[in-house]
C-alpha cells in the first residue's frame, strides 16, 4: 500500500504561482511513476503531467506545458507540481497518483490522494 497526501492549495489571482507537494508514505517511492491530474467542478477527471520514478522522464498535457513543472524528490518521497501563469480554467481540485509506469490514463495508476482544491480567482 502507497499512501499520498497533497499539499499546498489555496486560492490566487490570475496570473499567480503556487507549487503542490505530494508526500508519499508505505512502499518504495522510487519504484513509482507519479503523475497528477485535476477535476473541475461538473467535468472529468484529465490528465496534468506524469514523471518516472527516477525522475529522468516528463509528460505534460497540451494546455499546461510551459507553465507547470513537475519533480520529485525521492529521499523525501515527494512529487510536486509547481504551477505558474495560472489562469481560472486552472480551477480545480488536483490529484497526484502512483502507479507501474508513467502514462495519461487514470485507470492505471494504482494510489491516489485525497487531492488540493486550487482555486484561481480575481
Known amino acids: 500500500q502507497v499512501q499520498l497526501v497533497e499539499s499546498g492549495g489555496g486560492l490566487v489571482q490570475p496570473g499567480g504561482s503556487l507549487r503542490l507537494s505530494c508526500t508519499a508514505s508505505?512502499?518504495?517511492?522510487?519504484?513509482?511513476?507519479m503523475a497528477w491530474f485535476r477535476q473541475a467542478a461538473g467535468k472529468e477527471r484529465e490528465f496534468v503531467a506524469y514523471?518516472?520514478?527516477?525522475?529522468?522522464?516528463?509528460s505534460y498535457a497540451a494546455f499546461v506545458k510551459g507553465r507547470f513543472t513537475i519533480s520529485r524528490d525521492n529521499g523525501m518521497n515527494t512529487v510536486y507540481l509547481r504551477m505558474n501563469s495560472l489562469k481560472p480554467e486552472d480551477t480545480a481540485v488536483y490529484y497526484c497518483?502512483?502507479?507501474?509506469?508513467?502514462?495519461?490514463?487514470?485507470?492505471?495508476?494504482?494510489?491516489w490522494g485525497q487531492g488540493a482544491q486550487v482555486t484561481v480567482s480575481s
Open positions: 497518483a502512483a502507479g507501474q509506469a508513467g502514462v495519461v490514463e487514470a485507470d492505471e495508476y494504482d494510489y
Open positions: 508505505g512502499r518504495t517511492f522510487s519504484n513509482y511513476a
Open positions: 514523471i518516472s520514478g527516477s525522475g529522468g522522464s516528463e
